[in-house]
C-alpha cells in the first residue's frame, strides 16, 4: 500500500524496522457499542438467573402448599364417614343401609278409624231399593249398630219422595256437601265400593248426613 492510497496519518506504526516491514497496521478506533454489549450480556446472564431462581423458589412453595391439602382433606374425610354409617346403622338397619331406605307408605285407615270419626250427631236414611229382600234395610240397620254407627233408620220407602233412582242398580251411598267421611265410614261397613260413594245434592238439602240405598245384602 503506497502512501497516496493509505488513509491514516503517519504514527508509531507507520516506523520502518530493519529490513523495511511496517511495526503494525494501523485500525480504526472502536465504537462506544463494541465496548459496552460484553457487560450488557453478563448483566442479562445474571438476571435471567436470579429471575429463574425466584420462579423456582415460588414454585416449590406452591408445590409444598398444594401437598399439604390432600393430606388435611383425607385425614378428615374418613373420620366423618364412619360416624354417619354407624348413625344410620342404629336408627334404620344393618350396615347403615337401613337410614336410607325410604319409609313405608301409610296404611289406610281401619273400618273401626272411620266409625269413630264419624259425627254422633249425624243420621242417615237406609232404603230397601230392591224390595226383593224382606226387612233388608233392618238389616242394614241391625249391622251398622253392631260396628258402633249411630243414627241409622229404615227408610218406609224405596227412595225418598221426588227422586230419582231409576240409574240406580247397586248398593250405593250418597252423602251430603261435607259428609265425606261419614259417607266413605258406612261403605266401609257395608263393603260398598268407593265408585258409589258420591255425594248427592238432594242429602245436603236433607236433614240427614247420608242416604244408603241397599239392592242386595251388605259384604
Not at 465496548?35 to 414454585?59: M, R, Y
Not at 364412619?82 to 336410607?100: D, Q, V, W
Request: charged letters at 15%.
Amino acid at each position: 500500500m503506497t502512501n497516496s492510497t493509505y488513509r491514516y496519518p503517519p504514527d508509531e506504526f507507520d516506523v520502518a524496522v530493519p529490513g523495511g516491514a511496517p511495526v503494525g497496521v494501523h485500525r480504526a478506533p472502536r465504537s462506544g457499542w463494541s465496548s459496552a454489549w460484553p457487560f450488557l450480556l453478563v448483566a442479562l446472564v445474571c438476571a435471567g438467573v436470579a429471575w429463574g431462581g425466584i420462579t423456582l423458589l415460588s414454585g416449590g412453595g406452591n408445590e409444598g402448599d398444594s401437598a399439604a391439602e390432600p393430606t388435611a382433606s383425607v385425614s378428615a374425610a374418613p373420620s366423618a364417614s364412619p360416624s354417619e354409617g354407624e348413625g344410620n346403622g342404629e336408627n334404620g338397619g344393618e350396615g347403615g343401609e337401613g337410614g336410607n331406605e325410604p319409609s313405608e307408605e301409610p296404611s289406610a285407615p281401619s273400618t273401626a278409624d272411620l266409625v269413630a270419626a264419624m259425627d254422633p250427631a249425624a243420621t242417615y236414611l237406609v232404603h230397601n231399593t230392591g224390595r226383593t229382600i224382606d226387612q233388608l234395610a233392618a238389616t242394614t240397620v241391625t249391622n251398622l249398630e253392631a260396628e258402633g254407627v249411630s243414627g241409622a233408620e229404615v227408610s218406609t220407602a224405596a227412595a225418598p219422595e221426588g227422586v230419582d233412582v231409576s240409574g240406580i242398580s247397586a248398593n250405593t251411598i250418597w252423602y251430603g256437601e261435607g259428609r265425606e267421611a261419614e259417607g266413605k265410614a258406612l261403605a266401609a261397613v257395608l263393603g260398598i265400593p268407593d265408585s258409589n260413594v258420591v255425594m248427592n245434592d238432594a242429602v245436603t238439602n236433607s236433614q240427614q248426613a247420608a242416604w244408603v240405598f241397599m239392592f242386595t245384602a251388605p259384604a
